[in-house]
T-cell receptor, first 116, second 118 residues
């Protein structure tokens, strides 16, 4: 079965510093990978996704992620963090189910705190 | 383009009571999902609809949870009777659902309903 590991429960970054959130996945076939962000009291907003092609994908709000098949990783990065980036970030892998349809399996999330 | 709508946003009930959540997906989206997100966890899929048919409900506690998507648009998720461990945020999501097996659609999420069971 597919799974996603986000090893960091909390990360604190100074405003203006760079950010990297780690994500490792387990899936037997070619993965479809996603990063979502969730602000307090809100639903999940899609930041970026990887389906195929270029392994470095660009997303909204200045985020990017790099797919590394050899490391089963899909880490999220941002060169300069803004206070408004404080939120919870979820990595997810899309997998084919027995139904013939696909679904998402999420990691437990990483809470990003931004210090002044 | 309007997003996924959910109501109510918050609900507090006593254990053993019943509760229902409503979801209106993005117009034209064939696939609708209900997730349960317990505090400190990622969302867990409860049920997935393709139009008005269920394609995956393997993680739905069917003794107390039920869901329907009449006419293939809006959906309702019900819990009867509620337990303390049902306290969570219930998220609805939708996707185009191109129907190509193996293709993972991008899912768009609503704001969620926060349920507290006392």
């Amino acid at each position: 079965a597919q799974s996603v590991t986000q090893p960091d429960i909390h990360i604190t970054v100074s405003e203006g510093a760079s950010l990297e959130l780690r994500c490792n996945y387990s899936y037997g076939a070619t993965p479809y990978l996603f990063w979502y962000v969730q602000s307090p009291g809100q639903g999940l907003q899609l930041l970026l996704k990887y389906f195929s092609g270029d392994t470095l994908v660009q997303g909204i709000k200045g985020f990017e992620a790099e797919f590394k098949r050899s490391q089963s990783s899909f880490n999220l990065r941002k060169p300069s963090v803004h206070w408004s980036d404080a939120a919870e970030y979820f990595c997810a892998v899309g997998a084919l189910m027995n139904s013939g349809y696909s679904t998402l399996t999420f990691g437990k999330g990483t809470m990003l705190l931004v210090s002044p | 383009e309007a997003g996924v709508a959910q109501s109510p946003r918050y609900k507090i009930i006593e254990k053993r009571q019943s509760v229902a959540f409503w979801c209106n997906p993005i117009s034209g989206h064939a696939t609708l999902y209900w997730y349960q997100q317990i505090l400190g966890q990622g969302p867990k899929l409860l049920i997935q609809f393709q139009n008005n048919g269920v394609v995956d409900d393997s993680q739905l506690p069917k003794d107390r949870f039920s869901a329907e998507r009449l006419k293939g648009v809006d959906s309702t998720l019900k819990i009867q009777p509620a337990k303390l461990e049902d306290s969570a945020v219930y998220l609805c999501a939708s996707s185009l659902g191109r129907g190509v097996a193996g293709r993972t659609d991008t899912q768009y999420f609503g704001p969620g309903t926060r349920l507290t069971v006392l």
